[in-house]
């Protein structure tokens, strides 16, 4: 369960961070990619990310987002016996 878990919430990574890569492209150069895609080297499977501007446009509002609660230190914790026991900041944390 929990390695289906990982594969589930790698995949999610990687398509937020195909998506992040095609903003910054349009953004910095000016390029709009077509096309983005995830090749597994496990399986050889190849997954396509939409990147159409209406997710890039997500992506980027979820960007801001984020960032403003990090300036007004919005990020409550999410204590978890399992993460908490592990975390390298659990010998300061008040959880
Ligand atoms: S110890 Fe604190 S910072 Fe670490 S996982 Fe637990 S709540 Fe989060």
Same mark, same amino acid.
């Given at each position: 369960m929990t390695t289906k878990l990982n594969i589930l919430l790698n995949l999610l990574l990687s398509r937020a961070k195909l998506k992040i890569y095609a903003l910054a492209m349009q953004k910095e150069q000016g390029i709009t990619p077509k096309r983005a895609?995830?090749?597994e080297?496990?399986?050889n499977? &190849?997954?396509d990310?939409?990147?159409? &501007? $209406?997710?890039l446009d997500g992506?980027? $509002?979820e960007i801001k987002e984020t960032i403003n609660k990090i300036i007004k230190r919005d990020f409550p914790k999410t204590p978890d016996?399992? $993460?908490c026991t592990e975390c390298d900041w659990n010998l300061i944390c008040t959880k």
């Amino acid at each position: 369960m929990t390695t289906k878990l990982n594969i589930l919430l790698n995949l999610l990574l990687s398509r937020a961070k195909l998506k992040i890569y095609a903003l910054a492209m349009q953004k910095e150069q000016g390029i709009t990619p077509k096309r983005a895609t995830i090749h597994e080297l496990d399986n050889n499977e &190849q997954i396509d990310v939409d990147i159409n &501007q $209406k997710e890039l446009d997500g992506i980027e $509002k979820e960007i801001k987002e984020t960032i403003n609660k990090i300036i007004k230190r919005d990020f409550p914790k999410t204590p978890d016996n399992e $993460k908490c026991t592990e975390c390298d900041w659990n010998l300061i944390c008040t959880k």
